[in-house]
């Protein structure tokens, strides 16, 4: 039997995938549910597995090519099997799995192996098969109390040879916990986050049964973070023109405000039992907030964007400026990278902000260069409320109380926890529908709110 | 007689114990130190330090031979070998005295005599000038008491005519003729310095180089450079005999199957050191030892809670920067911090001959072995502005690093000033860095530094000046 391994596609805009590393060489034997090649989309890494079992015949795209979906990568075989017409076959010889159909509950995942039926054909039976990603890698989401050690400007701290052996080997360095002085990346922490066990793989997790709870909600994927701290980019003439004259309307900052509700029963429900954990540090709403907003922002960085000048700068990083509440006024100290930093630092840095807040002891840097504001108001019993933006950042949340109100369930009313969130956003630099986008997010985070700790 | 509290009681006061007494002073901690002999240990008083006197006696000599090529005439001169002992003695003299000062001004009381341990917190000092104490260690007990010269089955050193290197640095006479039983560090280093002081040396090395240790291809090159200085070397040779007799010391030696003898005025044993552990009281205290070497953790602890040991008798390179990279690791454990370990991997090994030797890392042939593929650059020092205009062009620095993540595996040197000029690939190793920051490293011209820049870059295959 004859097993083609394809480029898969992995999401709609994928066009084409770089082979990054192949795990196993020409020669070697592979069984159905082993990994053997890692593919990188422009989202993501992501694992493919052998469907069929046999012996990795041929490697077709060598590490580090790329090539359009569908096209064939590798061929797996029975060491009798002929392949040399198969390896040396024009391109588009296989139909286009690729192209299939979104995956709807009744529809066979696409690129399944083919029904034994096809086998009985002139040619050996040939089967074309889309690996299912095994791990969709997506940085930001991974394990994210490895990134607890990244200094608060985001410079990602590790020798010149951490750097290279991740650079060939695809780990991700900002991943990594150092171990080397004040946190430095050094070779060891390399090597060990290549030899930790591939989450997926060990779990043996993969194909239709580990689809989403959710089968018509599309993944929430963050996009991968950016090297650079911040990028620039030019203005549209439309968004020039609207630059130009909101402010003329609503000077200085042209507000628009959007408010969404928030269910917050699953969320409760997780913060009582986080808080029951001995020895771990207390989760506020607030720091649940801040973390659903900072993935959100990741996913819409439009929002975590601001005029800058002639250009609109969209921030890569979310640096979340918290507003405390002083006798004489208001300080908005700043959590840095909270997209990446897992929701018990969260709480633990921004109790530690607010206190020092609060005793006059933020440091100078504490207190500049967030991207995006949060303002809660909840535990002064308030429904909502609109905030102002903290220029010159594009937009702020105001968060008002959970509470306890009566909802319709199934036809029936009942008692459940219900929180109202409210954005206030620079016109100049963004719009309603953006805004919109970006709250959906924020309330799917805080609705599903395992994937606050994942 | 009622016992003295400290919180740390060092024994032994050479580099390992010296540097951790001062470690634990300036982290806070009372310290007592224990020394039967002067404060700096072998290193300072009878190794490292006036060995490294007498070679630069044997430097100067050099000179003055060479003096017509630099168009000095010099006649009539004459070199002393008791005034280069005597001056040896002087400057191990002040860099004890040194120890000293220091000692008072971390405010770390000296006890003389020689220590025992008569639990794993109390030292009795016995044998002293100013009489027997007992101290108490509040919190450790550093062990620090270094080693002592091994010799062959059979054979005893007396340091008359059969002599260790405490023999050689002490005894102003001169022999007509020695030899030198070992070709480590310390056989090489004497064989310079007796050769160029007019001795008729011989060195015996049972193993099939010179400098074992080192790369390959620095042992060959000094055994080239030494032999064209009419020392004789001799590799491979087991002594089967040490005889003292009326003209002098027979040494049976077997080499190839074939046993004949080597006559000289003076036997130098130089056949590696000995943990010193006797009369320690480890015994009693069941500290874990492993083929004579007290065992310690990272943290330099030994098996025995609060007592640690450091330096030679625990282990590893048997070298005064290894211990005093120990004893603070030792003190800052003990006050409470948490040091990084000592990487053993990356300690730099030096011997002062002419041309000097330094290395750090592994050898060519250790890095080959290890499977993964090399790439090796190597730069002649005559092909060194500087190294000609000093006319000093023996030897050359060879990198060897990983051909794929250009790593820095090692790192080997012969020339002038190797022992100074292996910091920088300690640096980098430290560091992490790889061949491209050496090379993106702009080196002074003319240095003798430029060598390390284009070893590296033939690393990477494209040297600029060969």
């Not at chain 1, 946190?183 to 060990?192: F, L, N, P, S």
């Not at chain 1, 990028?231 to 968004?239: F, K, N, Q, S």
Request: glycine share 10%; proline share 6%.
């Amino acid at each position: 039997m004859i097993t083609k391994v394809l480029m898969p596609k992995l999401s709609d805009a994928m066009e084409t995938g770089k082979v990054i590393k192949w795990l196993r060489k020409e020669g070697d034997t592979v069984k159905g549910g082993d990994v053997i090649a890692e593919i990188e989309t422009d989202k993501a890494n992501v694992e493919i597995e052998a469907f069929g079992s046999g012996v990795l015949r041929k490697i077709v795209v060598p590490e580090g090519d790329s090539v359009p979906v569908g096209d064939l990568i590798g061929v797996i075989a029975d060491p009798s099997d002929d392949i040399a017409n198969l390896a040396a076959a024009p391109k588009p010889a296989a139909p286009k799995p690729a192209a299939a159909p979104p995956a709807t509950a009744n529809a066979p995942a696409a690129g399944r192996p083919a029904a034994p039926a096809a086998a009985t054909g002139p040619l050996p039976a040939m089967e074309s098969y889309q690996s299912v990603p095994a791990t969709t890698q997506v940085v930001p989401m991974a394990p994210a109390a490895a990134a607890t050690v990244q200094p608060a400007d985001g410079r990602v701290k590790a020798s010149p040879l951490a750097r290279k052996i991740a650079g060939q080997t695809g780990v991700d360095l900002r991943l990594i916990q150092g171990t080397g002085p004040g946190g430095r990346i050094i070779r060891r922490d390399v090597e060990a986050a290549q030899a930790a066990p591939r989450p997926a793989a060990a779990a043996g997790v993969l194909r239709p049964a580990a689809a989403p709870s959710r089968p018509d909600a599309a993944a929430f994927v963050v996009p991968p973070r950016p090297e650079a701290e911040f990028e620039d980019v030019a203005m549209t003439p439309m968004r020039a023109a609207i630059a130009k004259r909101m402010p003329m309307s609503k000077a200085p900052v042209p507000h628009f405000y959007v408010t969404s509700e928030v269910d917050m029963d699953a969320a409760w429900k997780l913060r009582e039992q986080l808080n029951s954990l001995e020895g771990q540090p207390k989760i506020s709403v607030t720091d649940m907030v801040v973390k659903a907003t900072a993935l959100a922002l990741r996913k819409n960085p439009g929002v975590n964007a601001q005029l800058n000048g002639q250009a609109i700068r969209v921030h890569h990083r979310a640096h979340i400026g918290l507003a405390v509440a002083l006798e004489q006024g208001l300080i908005t100290p700043v959590l840095r990278d909270c997209d990446v930093k897992p929701l018990g630092r969260i709480a633990v840095e921004s109790r530690d902000l607010a206190e020092r807040a609060r005793g006059g002891k933020l440091r100078a840097q504490e207190m500049s260069g967030a991207t995006f504001s949060i303002s809660n108001l909840g535990m002064y019993d308030v429904e909502e409320f609109s905030a102002i933006i903290n220029p010159p950042e594009g937009a702020i949340l105001a968060v008002g109380s959970v509470r306890q109100t009566p909802v319709v369930d199934d036809g029936e009313i009942r008692v459940g926890r219900r929180m109202k969130v409210t954005i206030s956003c620079d016109h100049r630099v963004m719009d309603g529908a953006m805004g919109a986008r970006f709250l959906q997010d924020v309330k799917r985070l805080l609705e599903e709110p395992l994937r606050l700790l994942v | 007689m009622a016992a003295q509290a400290f919180d740390v009681v060092v024994v032994g006061t050479g580099p390992g114990g010296y540097v951790s007494a001062i470690r634990c002073a300036q982290l806070g901690l009372s310290v007592a130190t224990v020394e039967d002999d002067r404060p700096g240990g072998v290193c300072l008083n009878w190794g490292c330090i006036p060995t490294k006197s007498l070679l630069r006696n044997a430097e100067v000599v050099h000179l003055f031979e060479r003096a017509a090529e630099f168009g000095i005439a010099v006649n009539d001169w004459k070199a002393d070998y008791a005034q280069a002992v005597q001056r040896s003695r002087r400057v191990a003299d002040r860099m004890a005295k040194g120890v000293e000062f220091l000692f008072r001004k971390n405010k770390i009381t000296l006890f003389r005599g020689r220590g025992a341990l008569t639990s794993a917190k109390v030292v009795e000092v016995t044998g002293g000038a100013d009489g027997a104490h007992t101290l108490e260690a509040r919190r450790a007990v550093i062990l620090a008491t270094g080693s002592e010269p091994r010799s062959l089955p059979g054979v005893t050193i007396d340091e008359k005519r059969i002599i260790s290197s405490t023999g050689a640095v002490t005894n102003e006479g001169r022999p007509g003729s020695l030899v030198i039983i070992g070709a480590g560090a310390v056989g090489i280093e004497f064989a310079d310095v007796y050769a160029t002081y007019g001795v008729k040396v011989t060195v015996l090395e049972a193993l099939p180089r010179v400098l074992p240790v080192e790369d390959e291809e620095v042992s060959a090159l000094i055994t080239r450079l030494f032999s064209r200085r009419d020392i004789a070397i001799r590799t491979g040779a087991k002594v089967k005999s040490v005889t003292p007799g009326a003209s002098g010391i027979a040494v049976a030696v077997e080499a190839e199957g074939k046993t004949d003898t080597v006559q000289a005025d003076q036997v130098l044993m130089a056949v590696g050191r000995a943990a010193r552990t006797k009369g320690l009281g480890l015994e009693a205290l069941s500290v874990a030892t492993e083929r004579g070497f007290v065992t310690v953790s990272a943290a330099m602890e030994t098996s025995v809670k609060g007592l640690y040991a450091i330096g030679d008798m625990a282990g590893h390179q048997m070298l005064a920067h290894k211990a005093m990279a120990e004893g603070v690791v030792a003190a800052e454990a003990i006050a409470g911090q948490s040091p990084r370990p000592v990487d053993y991997g990356n300690v730099p090994s030096c011997t002062y001959c002419r041309p000097q030797v330094a290395s750090i890392g592994v050898s060519e042939a250790t890095a080959r072995a290890g499977g993964r593929e090399i790439a090796v650059g190597k730069f002649p020092f005559t092909a060194s502005g500087k190294a000609v205009a000093l006319g000093e062009t023996d030897g050359f620095i060879k990198v060897v690093a990983d051909k794929t993540t250009g790593e820095l595996l090692g790192v080997h040197i012969v020339g002038p000033e190797a022992t100074e000029l292996i910091h920088e690939f300690a640096v980098g190793r430290t560091l992490e860095a790889t061949l491209e920051e050496i090379v993106h490293t702009i080196h002074a011209h003319p240095t003798l530094s430029e060598a390390a820049l284009e070893a590296t870059l033939a690393a990477l295959g494209h040297p600029i000046h060969i």
